[in-house]
């Protein structure tokens, strides 16, 4: 069975870092988009950061230039590095990704989500 494990998040205080990872395993052919969502208390979840398999990457406005991510293929992990927090920045922070799956039974690309990672940023 294919799963997303992350693993990362915490309390830190405003200006502070925390790096955030999510690992995918299973019977993964390959691993196509990747990506980090978040969503805070009564608000809709939103995406943070994305990146392709070659590389290229997307990011919410709000985080350019303070959050970077990256992803290591060999091991199907993908990793957020989070630099200059806010208190805004807090969330559940979500692992999303697109797994080339073949196994018994599936086959195919299908989009998977992990469990989800509280990260908060005291003031």
């Known amino acids: 069975q294919e799963q997303l494990v992350e693993s990362g998040g915490g309390l830190v205080q405003a200006g502070g870092s925390l790096r955030l990872s999510c690992a995918a395993s299973?019977?993964?052919?390959?691993?196509?988009?990747m990506g980090w969502y978040r969503q805070a208390p009564g608000k809709q979840r939103e995406l943070v950061a994305s990146?392709?398999?070659?590389?290229?990457?997307v990011y919410l406005d709000s985080v350019k230039g303070r959050f970077t991510i990256s992803r290591d293929n060999a091991k199907n992990t993908v990793y957020l590095q989070m630099s200059s927090l806010k208190p805004e920045d807090t969330a559940v922070y979500y692992c999303?990704?697109?797994?080339?799956?073949?196994?018994?039974?599936?086959?195919?690309?299908?989009?998977?989500w992990g469990q989800g990672t509280q990260v908060t940023v005291s003031s």
């Open positions: 299973g019977s993964i052919v390959s691993v196509n988009s």
């Open positions: 990146i392709a398999s070659g590389g290229s990457t």
């Open positions: 999303n990704a697109d797994l080339n799956v073949d196994r018994p039974g599936l086959r195919g690309i299908v989009n998977y």
